[in-house]
Structure formats: C-alpha cells, structure tokens
C-alpha cells in the first residue's frame, strides 16, 4: 500500500465514523454505481487499525468522562464487595450502566450480521436508508431541547437509543446521526447526546472490531505496517475534529446541512440507478 493510499483511507475513515453521512451507504455506492471494485479492497488489519485510530479520537474527545468511568468501575467493584453501594449513584458510574444497556440491542443483530452486510449491494435499499437518515437529521433539529443527562436518563431511554444504533448497522443509515437524533427525541440534552453516542460507539466498534479480527491478522504485511500507522494518525487526527465539530452543530441544532446532502445523495443514488437499470 502506498502512503498517499494510506492517507486517503484515514482521512475518509475519520471523516465518515462521525458525520452523519453513512460511511457504508458510501462506500455501497462507490462499488455498486461508480463501479470502484477496489474502493473495499483495504487489507483486513489496516481497516482494523484505522477503526482503532477513531476510538483514539474519541478517547482523546472524552478523556476526562472515560477517566471517570474508569475510576468509578473500581470503586463499584470495590463498594459491591463491602455491600455498601451509595445512593444515588455518582453519574460517572451510573453512566457506565447506561452504555452497557445502549449496546445491548447489537446483539440481537449478531445472528442476521450477513444478511444486514448483503444489503449493500441493493441500491434502492441504500438510497432509501439515506433519505431516511435526511429526514432524521431534519428532524431532530425541531425536537424541542431535552434536559436530561446520566443523572436522569432512564434504562428504557438509553435502550431505545441502543436500538436506533442496531438499526444503523445498515448501509445508508448513520450510526452518529442516528444515535444522536433517537437521544434528542428521547429528551436528551443536546451535549449529553452527542457525548452519549460518542461513548457508545466505543464497545461498539471495539466488538466488531474484535469479531474481525481473527480473519485480519492473517494478512499482515510487515512492510506496510508504518505506512498502516500514517493512516491511522491522519484516522485519530481527522476523527476528533469531526467529533468537535458535530459537537458545535449539536449545541446550535444545526443538523440540516447533512440533512439536506443526505437527501441529495440519496436522490442521485436512486436516479443512477434507474438509469443504469
């Protein structure tokens, strides 16, 4: 792999992991209607690299809440074995409960992972997921402002939010957008959701990353491997200012640009495919 490629690559993944434009129904409609077969052709070990240097973005972006989750995993630990778990619970632990219970609707995906990943390659699917992940975004800057934060969000808030990011394991659908929209229609704070769907990206990307990684490992090639880390920088650095902007467009509920690019792409996507029909 040539440096420009890997840098190219790192700066689409940074880019794409975090707006709210689909990386997957891009990459689909690179293959499928612009016919660049070699657009999936990233060796398995630096697609898993370059997904590892997103979460040093969001590590990076929320240092001090993954800080605090941390410190409060142990004194939870600790508090349960002393039988003397304070109430209420510090946000940063209640936190930690509320990204648990968010990922646990991608298990239910686990079973129907293949025919999720086969939708690729229908476009009038793709182009569908997008004008609805358009109409999201749209949407979601007319919900009016929420308040709550992981010192009020439910279990069946977070849950419900859980489930809109299993249904953005979908080509077209964005997962940032997604969570972020189902979190402000829940009531959440605008911050609160985007931080929220930022932290639970991490065990999300970190399990299906883990799942792919038993496969990757047999096609390293030891000679790209600095080149495979150029690209992940250029991954970590591009990712934390797309994060710190969506954080930006958040606090002013300013989604609609995306909205409408999403509803263009959709739109040419469908049209394209007519044509080439």
Not at 103 to 122: R, Y
Request: with cysteine; charged share 15%.
């Amino acid at each position: 792999m040539s440096l420009l490629s890997a840098i190219l690559l790192g700066l689409i993944q940074g880019v794409t992991e975090f707006l709210p434009i689909s990386s997957s129904g891009h990459l689909a409609i690179a293959e499928n209607l612009l016919h660049m077969s070699g657009s999936s052709e990233v060796p398995g070990f630096f697609d898993v690299l370059l997904h590892l240097g997103t979460l040093v973005a969001v590590f990076i972006a929320y240092w001090s809440d993954i800080r605090e989750m941390v410190i409060e995993l142990f004194y939870g630990v600790r508090d349960l074995a002393q039988r003397s778990t304070p109430t209420p619970a510090p946000p940063a632990r209640r936190l930690i409960l509320l990204i648990i219970v968010g990922t646990l609707p991608l298990f239910a995906v686990l079973p129907i992972k293949d025919a999720v990943e086969s939708l690729s390659g229908n476009m009038y699917f793709v182009a569908g997921a997008l004008l609805v992940t358009g109409c999201l975004l749209f949407a979601s800057d007319r919900v009016r402002p929420g308040r709550k934060t992981e010192k009020s969000a439910t279990l069946l808030d977070v849950l419900l939010v859980g489930v809109a990011q299993a249904i953005a394991t979908c080509p077209g659908i964005s997962r940032s957008g997604t969570t972020i929209t189902a979190g402000c229609f829940v009531g959440f704070d605008r911050r609160f959701a985007v931080r929220y769907s930022f932290l639970m990206s991490i065990p999300a990307i970190l399990g299906a990353n883990i799942l792919s990684l038993k496969d990757a490992v047999t096609d390293i090639i030891w000679a790209d491997v600095p080149v495979y880390l150029v690209g992940v920088a250029v991954a970590a650095a591009v990712g934390y200012v797309c994060i710190r902007l969506l954080k930006m467009i958040a606090d002013k509920g300013k989604f609609g640009f995306f909205a409408y690019y999403c509803w263009a792409v959709g739109i040419v996507t469908l049209i394209l495919t007519l044509v080439q029909k």
